[in-house]
């Protein structure tokens, strides 16, 4: 490992998601694109990396940022959309979709990013950005139709049975268009590639939730009833 202020590990890193990057139509976001967050939201996330730089810059201390693509995978908090969606599915509860679903998302296993922080942990060069994605964009929509055949199927119910509990909600202020990925890089220098496509890590996930089901009414029960009011209702 690249030490150039002769300081060993642990060292820190910061693993940013995508969300504070620009929708940047076609293209991808390398690790030498310019950060141009669209929300107070992102733009707190896009100020921790450049804290963790300045920290690299000033003291020394040896750091790495990491920025992902969309997680999914177990144990995922159900305010997000793929765990949210199976656990309504699975009630058969409205499934809100912001504007018309056309958002699009790059979506990486939790197991694969998890592979590439302890690659990167082990073998990254001090100083370096390295980007995290699958290189396996899905407009929402279409990620929310395999997610409710999945679960259709999963749960014995004819495949697309819940179609109808698609209900489009009022776009988000400073909703992005589209996050995008590049990790060329990491591929290359450090050998790390996802080991699932799509359709095989929703199978597992799905699998997972609804065979972890107590787990997940606890989640889901008193204060996060009340989150969820406040996010969905009255959209």
């Keep these: 490992m690249n030490h150039p202020e ?111 922080i302890d690659v990167i942990f082990h073998n990254g060069t001090i100083n370096e950005t390295y980007n995290i994605g699958g290189f396996n964009e899905w407009k929402n929509i279409d990620i929310i139709k395999v997610v409710i055949n999945t679960v259709d199927r999963l749960l014995g119910r004819e495949e697309g049975e819940d179609m109808n509990l698609i209900t489009y909600v009022t776009d988000r202020l400073g909703h992005d268009a589209r996050y995008a990925i590049d990790s060329t890089k990491l591929q290359k220098e450090l050998g790390w590639e996802p080991s699932l496509q799509f359709e095989e890590g929703i199978e597992k996930t799905v699998k997972w939730y609804l065979e972890n089901q107590e787990w997940m009414d606890n989640i889901t029960s008193g204060e996060y009833e009340k989150y969820y009011d406040s996010m969905y209702s009255n959209r």
């Design 6 to 116: 002769g300081i060993e590990p642990p060292f820190t890193t910061t693993a940013s998601s995508s969300e504070h990057h620009l929708a940047y139509g076609d293209d991808f976001f390398y690790e030498t694109t310019k950060y141009n967050p669209h929300s107070p939201y992102s733009a707190s996330k896009a100020s921790s990396d450049h804290f963790v730089r300045a920290f690299h810059d000033t003291y020394g201390m040896p750091t790495i940022v990491t920025n992902c693509s969309n997680n999914y995978g177990p144990y995922q908090f159900p305010e997000k959309l793929i765990p949210l969606f199976i656990n309504n599915i699975r009630h058969r509860k409205p499934l809100p979709v912001y504007g018309k679903g056309e958002n699009v998302r790059d979506w990486l296993f939790v197991e694969d990013h998890a592979r590439a």
